[in-house]
Each structure stands twice: as C-alpha cells, then as structure tokens.
C-alpha cells in the first residue's frame, strides 16, 4: 500500500479546494445552463475531495502534535469553524454586492491558497502516516457531498 505523509494530503487538498473555489467564481460564464450544471456539480465534488483530504490529514496531524491536549484543540478548531460558517455568508454577500458572482469565490479561492502557502512553509514534519484509509474517508465525504 502506498503511504502518504499527511503534510502532503493537508496541502495538496488546501490547494485543491482554493483551486476549486477560483474556478466555481468563472460559472457565470458558462455557454449553456446544462454546461453550468454539470461544471457546478464537478467543480463542488473537487472542492469536497480537497476539503475532505486536508480536514482528515490536519485530524491526524493534532493528533500527534497535541498529544496531551487533543480535546482542546479540536474544540478551538470547531469553534474556529463555526465562526466562519457565521461570518462568511455575510462577507460573501457583501463581497457579491461589491463585485459580482465570482467575487466571493476568488477572494475565498486566494485565501484558501494563501493559507496553502503558509502550510506548506511553516508547518513541520510530522511523524504522521496516513495510508490508503484516508482515500476511504476522503471517498466517504465526497459521496455525501454528492447525496445532499
């Protein structure tokens, strides 16, 4: 089975998902409504694979580096989260308002990517190995995605 550090899963599905959200702000530009479609649904089920990939691999990664306060640090990860499924439908729409369909997806898009950047420099090397069952989980999530 082939193994895959999971500093690599987390970036290659930060700049999955970023790219994902650049590309979903072009839809509008689509030539027919079957065209926009069928890119939505492809352009959704990619961000899912990369949300997927790095949400799974960061699990792994608090786990060996928070040893003593894994708890912790989930429950600031979860808060951090819910407060940006709070703020961000509010700064989409005002980012709409500013500058149409794809402004929110680029911005979203190129912060996505810039905290790619920064992961990719700063965080260490872990001990961390994630094989081949976050493939499983990341096939999982993107299923749901799919489903609802």
Do not use: H
Request: charged share 10%; with cysteine; glycine share 12%.
């Amino acid at each position: 089975l082939p193994v895959i550090g999971a500093r690599v899963v987390s970036v290659s599905g930060i700049f999955i998902a970023g790219g994902s959200s650049i590309a979903f702000g072009f839809l509008d530009k689509a030539e027919s409504r079957p065209v926009f479609v069928a890119l939505s649904i492809l352009l959704r089920c990619t961000e899912g694979l990369g949300v997927s990939a790095f949400t799974t691999a960061n699990f792994a990664i608090v786990c060996t580096e928070f040893e003593t306060r894994v708890a912790q640090v989930y429950a600031i990860l979860e808060t951090a989260t819910g407060i940006g499924l709070m703020i961000g439908p509010t700064v989409g729409g005002g980012l709409y308002e500013a500058g149409g369909f794809g402004m929110p997806f680029w911005v979203i898009g190129a912060l996505i990517w810039l905290t790619g950047f920064i992961v990719l420099f700063f965080l260490p090397q872990t001990k961390v190995v994630v094989v081949v069952v976050v493939v499983v989980v990341v096939v999982r999530e993107t299923i749901l995605w799919l489903v609802l």
